[in-house]
């Protein structure tokens, strides 16, 4: 029998039947376009949503933590500073000077303001010393509390939050002057610290402002009692001494 000839496909037929075959199978330019336009949004939507889930959740806790630590600084600070200054003071005991008269009445009172500006002055010293020694605090965040709630809290993981504080203080004084009864008064002397701390942390700075008042010195002033007073307000009643027998 004659043989037949039957010729062979070449590779490189194939190859080119392949590249034929693969080229069909990729997505053609508006469906390429259409596939990165709904990759880019849901990125774009990933990232949304952390945005607003830091800023709803993680600020307000990190806000309330800066909050905390800086009242709490500026509290210590201030208390530290008087109790420091008053003792040690020498001039304590010559705020206040009486007069009396032969009788032993107390006829008049001055303050030494000069042994009082001392005193102030080392107040707001020790006050600026301790608040520029304020550094920074760590405190613990927990993750699962903040975003999801208490049950999760004791599964989470903590996110250290790195609090900067800086502070300063002032401080100035203040007579306050009180009727407790008939020509009766109290005549007291105060000093007023302010402290401003300003804690940065991640996404918030918070500015905290703590004031305290301390009575540096008082007196009590108690006048002669009249024989008539008529008190003020409604209802009021004169008080007369008794009427003298014949």
């Given at each position: 029998?004659p043989q037949?000839?039957?010729p062979?496909?070449?590779r490189g037929?194939?190859s080119s039947g392949a590249?034929?075959?693969?080229?069909?199978?990729?997505?053609s330019?508006p469906?390429?376009?259409?596939l990165?336009?709904?990759?880019?949004?849901g990125?774009?939507?990933?990232?949304?949503?952390l945005?607003i889930?830091i800023?709803?959740r993680?600020?307000p806790?990190?806000?309330?933590?800066?909050?905390t630590?800086?009242?709490?600084a500026?509290?210590e600070?201030?208390?530290?500073?008087?109790?420091?200054?008053i003792?040690h003071s020498?001039d304590?005991g010559?705020?206040?000077?009486?007069a009396?008269?032969?009788?032993?009445?107390?006829?008049?009172t001055?303050?030494d303001?000069?042994?009082?500006?001392?005193?102030q002055?080392e107040?707001?010293k020790?006050?600026e010393?301790?608040?520029?020694?304020?550094?920074r605090e760590?405190f613990?965040l927990?993750?699962?509390?903040?975003?999801?709630?208490?049950?999760?809290?004791?599964?989470?993981?903590?996110?250290?939050?790195?609090?900067?504080?800086?502070?300063s203080?002032?401080s100035?004084?203040?007579?306050?002057?009180k009727s407790?009864?008939?020509?009766?008064?109290?005549h007291?002397l105060?000093?007023n610290?302010?402290?401003?701390?300003?804690?940065v942390a991640?996404?918030?700075?918070?500015?905290v402002?703590v004031q305290?008042?301390v009575?540096l010195?008082?007196v009590?002033?108690n006048?002669?009692?009249p024989s008539?007073?008529?008190?003020?307000?409604?209802?009021?009643l004169?008080v007369l001494?008794?009427?003298?027998?014949?």
């Open positions: 029998m037949t000839f039957r062979r496909r070449s037929s194939r590249s034929i075959e693969w080229e069909s199978q990729t997505p330019g469906r390429r376009r259409y990165g336009i709904k990759i880019s949004g990125i774009f939507a990933v990232v949304l949503l945005v889930l800023d709803t993680v600020r806790s990190i806000a309330a933590i800066a909050d630590v800086a009242r709490r500026a509290t600070a201030m208390n530290d500073a008087l109790q420091s200054a003792s020498p304590t010559k705020m206040l000077h009486v009396t008269d032969r009788e032993g009445n107390v006829r008049m001055s303050f303001f000069h042994a009082v500006s001392i005193l002055a107040v707001t020790e006050s010393e301790t608040l520029g020694a304020l550094s760590t613990p927990p993750i699962g509390q903040t975003l999801g709630g208490a049950l999760l809290s004791p599964f989470s993981p903590e996110l250290p939050v790195r609090i900067h504080l800086v502070g203080a002032h100035s004084i203040h007579m306050e002057v407790i009864g008939i020509n009766q008064s109290v007291a105060y000093l610290v302010d402290a401003e701390v300003q804690a991640p996404l918030v700075t918070k500015p402002e305290t008042s009575p010195a008082y009590v002033l006048g002669e009692i008539t007073y008529v008190a003020k307000g409604d209802g009021a004169p001494p008794p009427a003298k027998s014949p």
